[in-house]
Protein backbone atom coordinates (compact mmCIF):
# COMPACT_ATOMS: atom_id res chain seq x y z
CA UNK A 1 0.00 0.00 0.00
CA UNK A 2 0.71 3.49 -0.76
CA UNK A 3 2.47 5.20 2.40
CA UNK A 4 4.71 8.25 1.69
CA UNK A 5 2.63 10.74 -0.58
CA UNK A 6 5.15 14.20 -1.87
CA UNK A 7 4.26 17.32 -2.46
CA UNK A 8 4.63 18.92 -5.02
CA UNK A 9 4.82 16.47 -7.64
CA UNK A 10 7.04 18.86 -9.47
CA UNK A 11 8.69 21.66 -8.48
CA UNK A 12 10.57 24.13 -10.64
CA UNK A 13 12.77 26.83 -9.45
CA UNK A 14 15.93 29.21 -10.28
CA UNK A 15 19.38 28.10 -8.92
CA UNK A 16 20.47 29.77 -5.92
CA UNK A 17 16.78 29.90 -4.86
CA UNK A 18 15.78 27.07 -2.11
CA UNK A 19 13.47 23.92 -2.54
CA UNK A 20 11.36 22.30 -0.34
CA UNK A 21 9.41 18.98 -0.51
CA UNK A 22 7.12 17.74 1.81
CA UNK A 23 6.16 14.11 2.79
CA UNK A 24 3.29 12.70 4.14
CA UNK A 25 2.94 9.08 5.35
CA UNK A 26 0.05 6.70 7.33
CA UNK A 27 1.16 4.54 10.04
CA UNK A 28 3.67 4.28 12.70
CA UNK A 29 7.60 4.55 11.43
CA UNK A 30 10.82 4.06 12.98
CA UNK A 31 12.72 6.20 10.59
CA UNK A 32 12.08 7.99 7.58
CA UNK A 33 14.91 8.86 4.93
CA UNK A 34 14.74 10.52 1.48
CA UNK A 35 16.45 9.32 -1.74
CA UNK A 36 17.24 11.39 -5.25
CA UNK A 37 17.39 9.78 -8.53
CA UNK A 38 18.91 11.49 -11.50
CA UNK A 39 17.09 10.36 -14.69
CA UNK A 40 17.89 7.13 -15.93
CA UNK A 41 19.94 6.29 -12.63
CA UNK A 42 19.50 4.44 -8.95
CA UNK A 43 18.29 5.70 -6.50
CA UNK A 44 20.93 7.97 -3.49
CA UNK A 45 20.14 7.89 -0.07
CA UNK A 46 20.60 11.22 1.32
CA UNK A 47 19.29 11.46 5.15
CA UNK A 48 17.40 9.00 7.76
CA UNK A 49 15.97 10.68 10.19
CA UNK A 50 14.49 8.21 13.02
CA UNK A 51 11.19 8.99 14.82
CA UNK A 52 12.10 10.04 17.92
CA UNK A 53 14.00 13.32 16.06
CA UNK A 54 12.59 16.12 14.70
CA UNK A 55 15.59 17.82 12.66
CA UNK A 56 18.43 16.60 10.66
CA UNK A 57 21.22 18.48 8.71
CA UNK A 58 23.15 17.07 6.19
CA UNK A 59 25.31 20.14 3.87
CA UNK A 60 23.07 21.58 2.03
CA UNK A 61 20.04 19.47 3.28
CA UNK A 62 17.53 19.49 6.19
CA UNK A 63 14.83 17.56 7.31
CA UNK A 64 12.38 17.90 9.76
CA UNK A 65 9.80 15.13 11.18
CA UNK A 66 6.85 15.71 12.87
CA UNK A 67 5.41 12.35 14.06
CA UNK A 68 1.86 13.98 15.25
CA UNK A 69 1.39 15.40 11.63
CA UNK A 70 2.70 12.41 10.36
CA UNK A 71 5.02 14.19 7.86
CA UNK A 72 8.35 15.33 6.71
CA UNK A 73 10.05 18.07 5.14
CA UNK A 74 13.25 18.10 2.92
CA UNK A 75 14.67 21.66 2.62
CA UNK A 76 17.39 22.12 -0.31
CA UNK A 77 19.37 25.40 0.26
CA UNK A 78 21.21 27.64 -2.52
CA UNK A 79 19.98 25.03 -5.29
CA UNK A 80 22.40 24.04 -7.93
CA UNK A 81 21.54 22.40 -11.20
CA UNK A 82 23.59 19.38 -10.44
CA UNK A 83 20.24 19.10 -8.10
CA UNK A 84 17.91 18.48 -10.76
CA UNK A 85 16.02 15.10 -9.92
CA UNK A 86 13.51 13.33 -8.46
CA UNK A 87 13.55 13.00 -4.95
CA UNK A 88 11.54 10.19 -3.06
CA UNK A 89 10.57 9.82 1.05
CA UNK A 90 10.74 6.34 1.87
CA UNK A 91 9.38 4.66 5.48
CA UNK A 92 9.51 1.99 7.14
CA UNK A 93 6.22 0.66 8.02
CA UNK A 94 6.43 -2.18 10.57
CA UNK A 95 3.25 -2.98 10.21
CA UNK A 96 1.81 -3.65 7.02
CA UNK A 97 5.67 -4.00 5.43
CA UNK A 98 7.04 -5.96 7.88
CA UNK A 99 10.11 -3.42 8.04
CA UNK A 100 10.13 -3.02 4.41
CA UNK A 101 10.43 0.46 2.99
CA UNK A 102 7.98 2.02 1.29
CA UNK A 103 8.42 4.74 -1.15
CA UNK A 104 6.18 7.98 -2.18
CA UNK A 105 5.49 9.11 -5.62
CA UNK A 106 8.80 11.52 -5.47
CA UNK A 107 9.08 15.13 -6.09
CA UNK A 108 10.77 16.28 -9.72
CA UNK A 109 12.71 19.07 -8.88
CA UNK A 110 14.07 21.39 -12.00
CA UNK A 111 16.80 23.99 -11.16
CA UNK A 112 17.12 26.35 -13.78
CA UNK A 113 20.84 27.56 -14.30
CA UNK B 1 34.09 -0.33 -7.51
CA UNK B 2 29.93 -0.53 -7.71
CA UNK B 3 28.42 -1.54 -4.27
CA UNK B 4 25.35 -2.67 -6.16
CA UNK B 5 25.59 -3.80 -9.23
CA UNK B 6 22.94 -5.24 -12.06
CA UNK B 7 23.24 -7.43 -15.42
CA UNK B 8 21.72 -6.83 -18.01
CA UNK B 9 20.86 -2.78 -18.15
CA UNK B 10 18.65 -3.59 -20.75
CA UNK B 11 16.45 -6.42 -21.60
CA UNK B 12 14.15 -6.44 -24.53
CA UNK B 13 12.44 -9.70 -25.09
CA UNK B 14 9.31 -11.38 -26.67
CA UNK B 15 6.00 -11.89 -24.80
CA UNK B 16 6.31 -15.42 -23.02
CA UNK B 17 9.85 -15.84 -22.64
CA UNK B 18 11.52 -16.33 -18.96
CA UNK B 19 14.14 -14.35 -18.10
CA UNK B 20 16.79 -13.58 -15.67
CA UNK B 21 18.32 -10.60 -14.04
CA UNK B 22 21.15 -10.60 -11.73
CA UNK B 23 22.23 -8.68 -8.71
CA UNK B 24 25.25 -8.52 -7.07
CA UNK B 25 26.51 -6.45 -3.98
CA UNK B 26 30.20 -5.98 -2.47
CA UNK B 27 29.03 -4.21 0.65
CA UNK B 28 28.86 -7.56 2.80
CA UNK B 29 24.93 -5.98 3.50
CA UNK B 30 22.59 -9.08 4.92
CA UNK B 31 19.31 -7.75 3.24
CA UNK B 32 19.25 -7.68 -0.71
CA UNK B 33 15.76 -6.39 -2.09
CA UNK B 34 14.05 -6.20 -5.89
CA UNK B 35 11.83 -3.20 -6.52
CA UNK B 36 9.66 -2.52 -10.01
CA UNK B 37 9.51 1.02 -11.09
CA UNK B 38 6.54 1.67 -13.70
CA UNK B 39 6.26 4.36 -16.32
CA UNK B 40 5.11 7.04 -13.72
CA UNK B 41 8.34 6.81 -11.42
CA UNK B 42 6.62 4.56 -8.86
CA UNK B 43 8.95 2.44 -6.77
CA UNK B 44 7.14 -0.80 -5.53
CA UNK B 45 9.04 -3.32 -3.27
CA UNK B 46 8.74 -7.04 -4.42
CA UNK B 47 10.92 -8.87 -2.68
CA UNK B 48 13.63 -8.62 0.05
CA UNK B 49 15.75 -11.48 1.33
CA UNK B 50 17.31 -11.39 4.77
CA UNK B 51 19.55 -14.52 6.27
CA UNK B 52 17.46 -16.69 3.45
CA UNK B 53 14.28 -15.52 5.35
CA UNK B 54 12.26 -14.09 1.90
CA UNK B 55 9.64 -11.66 2.18
CA UNK B 56 7.55 -11.66 -0.76
CA UNK B 57 5.18 -8.69 -1.54
CA UNK B 58 1.73 -10.57 -2.00
CA UNK B 59 1.04 -8.28 -5.24
CA UNK B 60 3.75 -9.99 -6.78
CA UNK B 61 2.30 -12.71 -9.42
CA UNK B 62 4.65 -15.90 -8.81
CA UNK B 63 5.88 -15.63 -12.40
CA UNK B 64 8.86 -13.56 -10.54
CA UNK B 65 11.08 -15.49 -8.25
CA UNK B 66 14.27 -14.31 -6.37
CA UNK B 67 17.06 -16.84 -6.10
CA UNK B 68 19.54 -16.19 -3.93
CA UNK B 69 22.94 -18.61 -4.46
CA UNK B 70 24.92 -16.38 -1.69
CA UNK B 71 24.58 -13.77 0.47
CA UNK B 72 25.94 -11.01 -2.03
CA UNK B 73 24.01 -12.08 -5.12
CA UNK B 74 20.10 -11.77 -5.09
CA UNK B 75 18.80 -13.27 -8.72
CA UNK B 76 15.53 -11.94 -10.53
CA UNK B 77 13.79 -14.63 -12.51
CA UNK B 78 10.57 -13.95 -14.58
CA UNK B 79 8.34 -16.73 -16.68
CA UNK B 80 6.41 -16.42 -19.12
CA UNK B 81 6.97 -12.39 -19.32
CA UNK B 82 3.44 -10.12 -20.03
CA UNK B 83 3.28 -6.62 -21.42
CA UNK B 84 2.77 -5.03 -18.20
CA UNK B 85 6.31 -6.90 -17.14
CA UNK B 86 7.94 -4.06 -19.05
CA UNK B 87 9.36 -1.22 -16.53
CA UNK B 88 12.50 -0.87 -14.29
CA UNK B 89 13.61 -3.00 -12.12
CA UNK B 90 16.44 -2.11 -9.24
CA UNK B 91 17.86 -4.20 -6.93
CA UNK B 92 19.02 -2.92 -3.25
CA UNK B 93 20.61 -4.17 0.02
CA UNK B 94 20.98 -2.90 3.11
CA UNK B 95 22.94 -3.90 6.46
CA UNK B 96 19.74 -4.63 8.16
CA UNK B 97 15.78 -4.44 7.95
CA UNK B 98 14.52 -0.66 7.36
CA UNK B 99 18.12 0.90 7.02
CA UNK B 100 19.52 2.89 4.52
CA UNK B 101 19.59 1.05 1.08
CA UNK B 102 22.16 1.36 -2.16
CA UNK B 103 20.29 0.60 -5.09
CA UNK B 104 22.21 -0.27 -8.21
CA UNK B 105 21.80 1.09 -11.33
CA UNK B 106 18.57 -0.83 -12.78
CA UNK B 107 17.59 -2.56 -15.50
CA UNK B 108 15.45 -1.51 -17.96
CA UNK B 109 13.06 -4.74 -18.84
CA UNK B 110 11.25 -4.08 -22.54
CA UNK B 111 8.37 -6.66 -23.88
CA UNK B 112 7.15 -6.67 -26.75
Known amino acids: SQQGEEDPQALSIQEGENATMNCSYKTSINNLQWYRQNSGRGLVHLIL?????REKHSGRLRVTLDTSKKSSSLLITASRAADTASYFCATDDLIGSQGNLIFGKGTKLSVKP | DTAVSQTPKYLVTQMGNDKSIKCEQN?????MYWYKQDSKKFLKIMFS???????INETVPNRFSPKSPDKAHLNLHINSLELGDSAVYFCASSQEMGGEQFFGPGTRLTVL
Open chain 2, 49 to 55: YNNKELI
Open chain 1, 49 to 53: IRSNE
Open chain 2, 27 to 31: LGHDT
